[in-house]
C-alpha cells in the first residue's frame, strides 16, 4: 500500500466502529465484566445496562424492548426467522424469498430446499426491482414466510416492504424482512411496516462485529434457534455480549442523529461520485434503479475490464471498494445479485461497488475521482482480449439499453 490517504468506500461490507461506541463498551471489557445472569449486583448492573440497549435499539427500529432478541450477527438473525416460521408451522413447506437475498437467506434456503423444502426464489427485473404481483400470486396455503431483503446490499435498491407486508399479512403469512442494510440511511418503524420478523447487525452502523438483533413481534410464534439456557426471554441461549450490546444501543442513538447527514450530505457525495465517473470513464453504467435507493451507495459496471484488478489498484492507491458483497467477494462467480437482474457474467465481473458512509469527506471523493479514470483506462490497455471483450460488450450494452430504455452515452 502507498502512504496515500486510506478512503474507505465500503461501508455496506463493515463500518468504522464509532469512538463513541467504543468509550461506551470499554467499562464492559474492563470493570463490569459480570454476568448479566448471575443474582448478585455485580451481575444485575451490568442486566440492567443490557435493558438499556434494548430500550435504544428499540427506539431505532420503532419497536418495543420486548420485542428484540439479541444475536451474534445478521447471518444468526435470518437463520433463526428460518428455522423457527419452519418449526411452528410444521404443515407449511414453502418459503418464498427473492433472488438476490444476502447468502444468509440464498444458502440456507438452498440448505433447507435439500432437506425437504420447496423454496421459490422471485427473480428480479433488470432495475433489480420485484415484481409484487408475481409475489403476491407466488403465496401459497403452505407458504411459512415470506423473507425479502428491506434493502440491497449491492446495489443499494429498496424493496416496498410496507407494501409487501400488507400482502402478507392480508394472507396471513407470516413476513420477515433483513433490514441489514436499512439503518441510519432509512427512517425504520417495524410496528407501522407491519412486519413480523426484522433482522439487523451492529457492524454496519458503527457498532463492533459479533452482535446483532431479531425483532419478533409481540405474539408472533418464535421458536429459539440457539437453545441454551434462558437468556433473551427463553428466545435465544449463550451469555450476552454485554459490551457488544450496550455498544449497539450507543449507535442505534447515533444511527437516528446521523440518518439526516447520510441522507443529505452522503447522498450528494454519493451522486456526484457516481455522476462524475458515469460522465468521465467511458463505457459505465449504474447498476440497479436511481430510486428508491441507499443513500449512499451506487454499483457501476465498468465494461472492459475485471472488477478484481480496479480493487487491487484502488488498493494501492489507499482506496477500498469491493465487486460485491463482503462474503462473495474473492469467489470467481460473477455476483448472484447482478446475475439475476441479467447482466451477462463478463459485464458483471466488472461491476464495482462503492459504498459511503459518514465518515467520508469532499476530500476522499476528489481523490477517488482524480485516479480512477487513469486507472481504469490503464487496466482496459493491458487486457489481453480487450477486443473480443469490446464486442461482446457491445452486444450486451445494446440488449441492456432496450431493457431499460438506455441511459445515455456513459450509461
Ligand atoms: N444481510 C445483509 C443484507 C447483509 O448485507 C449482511 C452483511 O453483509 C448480512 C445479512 C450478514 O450480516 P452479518 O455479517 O452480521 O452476519
Redesign the pocket.
Known amino acids: 500500500m502507498t502512504e496515500g490517504p486510506t478512503c474507505y468506500f465500503d461501508n455496506?461490507?463493515?463500518t468504522r466502529v464509532a469512538p463513541e461506541v467504543v468509550e461506551a463498551m470499554l467499562p464492559f471489557l474492563r470493570d463490569f465484566w459480570g454476568n448479566p445472569s448471575s443474582p448478585y449486583r455485580f451481575g444485575s448492573r451490568v442486566a440492567q445496562h443490557v435493558e438499556t440497549a434494548r430500550e435504544k435499539v428499540a427506539a431505532l427500529v420503532g419497536a418495543g424492548p420486548k420485542e428484540i432478541v439479541f444475536t451474534s450477527?445478521?447471518?444468526?438473525s435470518?437463520n433463526a426467522v428460518l428455522q423457527s416460521a419452519l418449526l411452528t408451522q410444521p404443515g407449511k413447506r414453502h418459503l418464498l424469498t427473492t433472488a438476490v437475498?444476502?447468502s444468509?437467506?440464498i444458502n440456507h434456503c438452498q440448505l433447507l430446499r435439500k432437506q425437504g423444502c420447496e423454496v421459490t426464489f422471485l427473480p428480479v427485473d433488470a432495475d433489480g426491482v420485484l415484481d409484487l404481483h408475481l409475489l403476491d400470486q407466488s403465496i401459497r396455503p403452505d407458504t411459512a414466510l415470506v423473507s425479502v431483503?428491506w434493502?440491497?446490499?449491492e446495489t443499494g435498491v429498496i424493496f416496498p416492504i410496507e407494501e409487501i407486508a400488507a400482502i402478507c399479512r392480508s394472507k396471513g403469512v407470516l413476513f420477515h424482512t433483513?433490514a441489514?442494510?436499512a439503518p441510519g440511511k432509512l427512517k425504520m418503524d417495524a410496528a407501522a411496516l407491519g412486519v413480523d420478523f426484522l433482522?439487523l447487525?451492529?457492524?454496519?452502523l458503527h457498532a463492533a462485529?459479533g452482535i446483532?438483533l431479531l425483532y419478533a413481534r409481540q405474539g408472533v410464534k418464535f421458536q429459539p434457534y440457539l437453545i441454551g439456557g434462558h437468556q433473551e426471554r427463553g428466545k435465544r441461549g449463550g451469555t450476552e455480549n454485554v459490551a457488544g450490546i450496550v455498544g449497539f444501543g450507543r449507535a442505534a442513538e447515533l444511527a437516528l442523529e446521523h440518518l439526516e447527514d447520510e441522507n443529505t450530505r452522503v447522498r450528494a457525495l454519493r451522486d456526484r461520485l457516481e455522476e462524475t465517473i458515469l460522465r468521465d470513464v467511458p463505457d459505465t453504467a449504474r447498476n440497479g434503479a436511481a430510486e428508491p435507493r441507499l443513500p449512499n451507495t451506487s454499483n457501476i459496471a465498468f465494461d472492459l475490464v475485471e472488477a478484481e484488478g480496479i480493487l487491487l489498484k484502488l488498493d494501492e492507491l489507499g482506496i477500498c471498494v469491493s465487486s460485491g458483497?463482503?462474503?462473495t467477494t474473492g469467489s470467481l462467480t460473477p455476483s448472484h445479485v447482478l446475475t439475476a437482474m441479467g447482466l451477462k457474467p463478463a459485464r458483471a465481473k466488472g461491476c464495482v461497488r462503492f459504498s459511503l458512509g459518514i465518515y467520508n469527506t469532499e476530500e476522499e471523493v476528489d481523490y477517488l475521482l482524480t485516479h480512477i479514470p487513469a486507472v481504469i483506462a490503464r487496466l482496459r490497455e493491458v487486457t489481453p482480449d480487450a477486443s473480443a471483450r469490446t464486442r461482446d460488450a457491445g452486444t450486451a450494452r445494446a440488449g441492456r439499453r432496450a431493457a431499460v430504455g438506455g441511459q445515455g452515452r456513459h450509461r
Not at 450477527?73 to 444468526?76: K, N, R, S
Not at 447487525?201 to 454496519?204: D, F, L, M, T, V
Open positions: 455496506n461490507a463493515t450477527c445478521g447471518t444468526e435470518n437475498e444476502h444468509a437467506i431483503m434493502a440491497n446490499n433483513d441489514t442494510q433482522t447487525s451492529a457492524h454496519k462485529k446483532g458483497s463482503a462474503c
